[in-house]
């Protein structure tokens, strides 16, 4: 085939276009390499091509610029420069060089030891993390528990300092002269609540027993045990008294009080 | 903007070669739109076309290295990468499982149609419609759709020899279209 049919058989189209099987690209740049008129008519049609595609050219998005080069620049940050590896010339073994190798070697042992000290470290620096992250753990559960309790005597507080609170203060009877016991007790909502100021520790067996005294006759207004620190509970609602006494009775609480028992003994003012 | 540099080819290969970042704005403001027309053409979605342009810039930058010229000129490299990843999109699993959904809301709004018309009217699409309608079939799926010639003669049910000699001819008409 002349190289004038060749050229006007359509293979530069395709090559150009990337429509041409490998055989026949293969060929092209043969054919390419060889004759000059090939090469041209090739240049001769990219241009062609170049400059009507260019003509019909679309606008891309106007942002798509700088995603591009930000996506570029990110690939630029990571890619470490290539350093080409240079074949090491084969010296002979004089002086310098072994004092070189010596000195690698003891680098290398230091770089060793080295390691091993950061390592221990790095243990090190673990453990004391734990350690701190435990105790961290624990102030953050004593806060917790700090928090309930204050907020546990604010509530107290606040039933205290209420104006409708009428105060009966219990005291000892002389066979437990020391014992003092203190009913807060709401006279709207005629809830009793208890403040046990000082009440010997029972027998397990044992439980006090609060009674109101309505009319004369005793009624009950519910057990408690003694809490940890201050005891201050709410105990049955009682709509009229005209006095207030805790005796000991077994646990449970009992219909009518023992009177042996009584401790501490007070009568409602106002 | 500062100082805009020309380049004449042979400068614009080398500074790219040597990652100017100049010389790489300079290829996307000239080359961009070209390429972009061409993607629109393969993918015929604007947003697809757009990822499928920013893919093709970060690969010429990556493989810039690679380009030689004397197997052609920049624009055509950079035409064939364009067009080879358009053609990969088309054929990849995620864009194949989208297109099914999409058929369906198209053929609800007939969106597809709209697109169609306005990429017809450029590039070479326009060229397409000039050819007689066999050969207009065989460019579109070998240009346009990536298949082989042992494919469309199979796809077509002509014999290869069939399919060579329509496509060089067809070639042949846009290389009279170009002049």
């Given at each position: 085939m002349k190289v004038e049919e060749y050229i006007s058989s359509g293979i530069i189209e395709s090559y150009v276009l990337g429509l041409a099987s490998a055989e026949d690209s293969a060929e092209f740049e043969r054919m390419c390499a060889a004759h000059g008129q090939v090469r041209d008519a090739r240049n001769a049609f990219e241009i062609q091509l170049e400059e009507k595609i260019s003509n019909q050219s679309v606008e891309p998005p106007r942002e798509l610029k700088s995603r591009i080069f930000s996506k570029i620049g990110m690939e630029r940050d990571q890619q470490a420069p290539v350093i080409p590896l240079k074949k090491p010339a084969l010296v002979p073994r004089d002086g310098f060089v072994k004092y070189v190798a010596a000195a690698s070697v003891i680098l290398l042992a230091g770089s060793v030891l080295l390691n091993f000290y950061l390592i221990s470290q790095y243990k090190k620096s673990i453990a004391q993390y734990n350690e701190v992250l435990a105790s961290q753990t624990q102030y953050t559960t004593n806060n917790k528990i700090l928090q309930t309790k204050l907020s546990d005597y604010e509530n107290t507080l606040s039933l205290i300092r209420n104006p409708v609170m009428a105060i009966v203060k219990m005291q000892g009877v002389p066979s437990n002269p020391t014992s003092l016991a203190t009913v807060y007790w709401n006279t709207k909502s005629k809830d009793v609540y208890l403040l046990v100021n000082e009440l010997p520790k029972p027998a397990a067996e044992k439980q006090y027993q609060l009674w109101a005294i309505v009319d004369g006759k005793p009624v009950d207004a519910g057990v408690f045990d003694l809490g940890e620190g201050v005891s201050f509970m709410k105990l049955k609602t009682i709509p009229k008294a005209e006095a207030f006494a805790v005796t000991l009775e077994k646990r449970g609480g009992s219909v009518a009080p023992t009177m042996t028992a009584l401790y501490v003994l007070g009568k409602v003012t106002g | 903007m500062g100082v805009s540099i020309v380049y004449n080819e042979q400068e614009l290969i080398a500074a790219l070669k040597a990652r100017d970042d100049q010389a790489f704005g300079y290829l996307y403001d000239h080359y961009s739109g070209s390429l972009y027309s061409i993607i629109l053409q393969i993918v015929k979605s604007p947003e697809i076309a757009s990822d499928v342009l920013q893919e093709v810039f970060v690969n010429i930058w990556r493989k810039i290295e690679s380009y030689d010229a004397v197997k052609g000129r920049l624009f055509t490299w950079m035409l064939n990468i364009s067009r080879n990843a358009s053609i990969d999109l088309l054929r990849s699993k995620n864009y194949q499982n989208s297109r099914k959904n999409q058929e369906i809301t198209d053929n609800v709004y007939g969106s597809d149609q709209v697109t169609q018309t306005s990429i017809d009217s450029i590039g070479l699409t326009k060229f397409l419609g000039k050819l007689r309608p066999e050969q207009r079939v065989l460019i579109e799926l070998a240009?346009?759709?990536?298949?082989?010639h042992d494919e469309i003669a199979q796809i077509e049910d002509i014999p290869l020899g069939t399919v060579k000699t329509r496509i060089r001819n067809a070639l042949l008409q846009l290389r009279e279209y170009l002049k």
């Open positions: - | 240009y346009f759709k990536g298949y082989t």
